[in-house]
């Protein structure tokens, strides 16, 4: 088993109006909402400012598949954002599996007492967080990186 690979990381939850950003302390114990960002020209640039704002060491994306695990709309759109955040941030980006991230998130806001309606602001940062923490868990257990990483040599 490897050595725990000790840094602050950042979960992100692309969706298509808005991203769901969290991020773990040095030891990869605890994942914890940071912000919502809007999705729009300026969403790369922000993400950057956070992973800058928090050191991180790695930035975790969602790959929202379907429950069969083949790629949607939704997967193709994660996997360009993510190209995207590699290219401007210049940090490894991986990409993991985050199937259920939203509906868990969901789940969790709602016995906490929250509708839906009031969760919308802050269920994908809700979501990052699920998406980060299952990933933290997965290495600590495996010893390996979750995920997929995006390569970032020019296509």
Sequence with gaps: MSQWRRGTRLGIDVGRARIGVAKCDPDGLLATPVETVPRDDGSIARIVALADENAAIELLVGLPMNLKGEDTASTRDAREFAEAL??????????????LSTVSAHAALRSSGRSQRTSRTIVDQVAAVVLLQQALDVEKSTGRAPGTPISQEPA
Aim: proline share 7%; charged share 30%; glycine share 8%.
């Design 86 to 99: 590699a290219a401007a941030s210049g940090l490894p980006v991986r990409l993991v599996d985050e199937r």
